[in-house]
């Protein structure tokens, strides 16, 4: 912050997290600074028709400015008029995990929408507070380092009453100097906003190549010269000539978990493996275990190690190898290898989406069972072509993954940034006062 200037008086804030205020500054209750606050409705949401109308919920404030294609729905005569949210209200998350309580975000559109269960209707006291100055307080790291000293724990979920929201402190500068903050918050926050947008926008390219590397490497192999023949399966497309295609039958044997779960522990047994722990290539550890007696009582199968372990349940194309002995959950099948490399065989069930999608069984969500994980279309370099094309995907996969580590580190360093920013100007820590929206650059075709 060091090219901002700071205010040339300070005091003591009298406000818990902060030590100094400029001096011109007033803090007070945070119950002062707003004209109303009270809970949201707790209609009973139900699908959209011509009888309902719009209405806030967690989702809807993930982003710091209400979201209106995340919003829920209420029959109008369910819900009292006084819950409908003016241009310059905010919603504030009092009932949630603790993560998400102190999430808040404010209504810029002139549209109809009602405050919802689980959150506070906040209209800031516009004859002493600017709303969007109001926002940039509620999100600094000392308010919420004030609500989470105040919230309350409850089964699943923490709170925060709002008799206690309302006795927390608030910073309060001149209506004018507010005004001030906000629009320097606005414009310097966009900015950082579009450098993270870039920076995300990158780590999906880099996704999007990596896959298609891996893709062409798994079924067209590394020799660019070698002749080529069609395959037969339209996501495979043409493969080299004197690759063997086969079934996953005829190369793995299908493993298949028992349906009963077993009683998890801590601390020893035998690593537990669901969806959750399938974000990586290999599993070599998880958080949870079968003791020996657990899976008796159960009748869990073991899976051996070095199996290519994949989703069965909604969402495919999502393959790990367990470097550990595990036991699998019911979202989750696998392949036992015994005539094809097993990093070979998981890239390949990675790309076969398609495939798994075409099969599977539609219920709530869209099932694969072991005949489906059988029949699935292998491609089957020699062995000595296998080694290679698993040797050049773990070199290339540690490029991308690098790349990719270091566009999050940016994303990281730029959000650390924006919020540092945030509080130094909410708290005073540097002088806005009298800072003015720079001039378009010019083109040198301009000047």
């Known amino acids: 912050m060091s090219k901002y200037q700071a205010y040339s008086e300070y005091k003591d804030s009298g406000v818990e997290w902060i030590s100094e205020i ?30 309902t109308v719009r209405v806030t919920r967690i989702e809807t404030i993930s982003a710091g400015v209400i979201n209106l294609d995340k919003v829920g729905h209420v029959r109008r005569f369910d819900i009292s008029p006084r819950f409908r949210l003016q241009r310059g209200d905010i919603q504030f998350s009092n009932i949630n995990s603790l993560s998400m309580v102190g999430n808040c975000a404010i209504f810029v559109a002139n549209e109809e929408l009602f405050s919802g269960m689980n959150l506070l209707h906040i209209r800031p006291d516009y004859n002493r507070v600017h709303s969007k100055y109001m926002l940039y307080q509620l999100k600094t790291k000392w308010f919420r380092n004030s609500v989470e000293a105040n919230a309350k724990p409850a089964i699943n979920q923490a709170s925060i009453p709002t008799g206690t929201l309302k006795q927390l402190g608030f910073l309060c500068p001149s209506l004018v ?17 579009t450098l993270i947008d870039k920076q995300q926008q990158l780590i999906q390219l880099l996704k999007e190549k990596r896959q298609a590397v891996i893709s062409h490497a798994v079924t067209k192999g590394l020799n660019p010269n070698a002749p080529m023949r069609d395959s037969g399966v339209e996501w495979l497309g043409e493969v080299p000539e004197h690759w063997e295609m086969t079934r996953a039958k005829f190369v793995s044997n299908i493993f298949i978990p028992q349906r009963n779960k077993p009683e998890l522990n801590d601390a020893e047994g035998t690593a537990w493996v669901t969806m959750e722990n399938m974000k990586t290539s290999y599993i070599e550890n998880t958080s949870l275990y079968v003791s020996r007696n657990a899976s008796k009582v159960a009748g869990s199968k073991k899976l051996k190690k070095d199996s290519v372990i994949a989703s069965c349940v909604g969402n495919f194309g999502v393959a790990a190898i367990n470097k550990v002995d595990v036991i699998i959950n019911q979202q989750l099948q696998a392949f036992i290898p015994f005539a094809i490399k097993a990093e ?93 929206v720079p001039a378009p650059m010019q083109s040198k075709e301009a000047v």
Request: aromatic share 8%; with cysteine.
């Open 177 to 193: 100097e507010q005004e001030k903050i906000a629009n320097f918050l606005d414009h310097e926050t966009a900015k950082i906003d």
């Open 22 to 51: 400029p001096a011109q500054w007033s803090s007070m209750s945070f119950g002062k600074a707003v004209q109303f606050m009270g809970n949201g409705a707790s209609a009973t949401q139900i699908e959209e028709n011509k009888d």
């Open 344 to 436: 070979y065989l998981r890239e390949l069930v990675a790309m076969s989406t398609v495939y798994f999608e075409l099969v599977g069984t539609a219920a709530t969500l869209t099932y694969v069972n072991q005949e489906g994980f059988e029949n699935l279309p292998v491609l089957v370099p020699p062995a000595n072509e296998q080694k290679k094309i698993c040797i050049y995907l773990e070199a290339e996969n540690m490029k991308f993954e690098n790349l990719i580590d270091k566009a999050q580190s940016a994303i990281q360093l730029m959000q650390e940034r924006r919020t540092a920013l945030i509080s130094a100007a909410v708290t005073g820590k540097i002088d806005v006062s009298h800072w003015q």
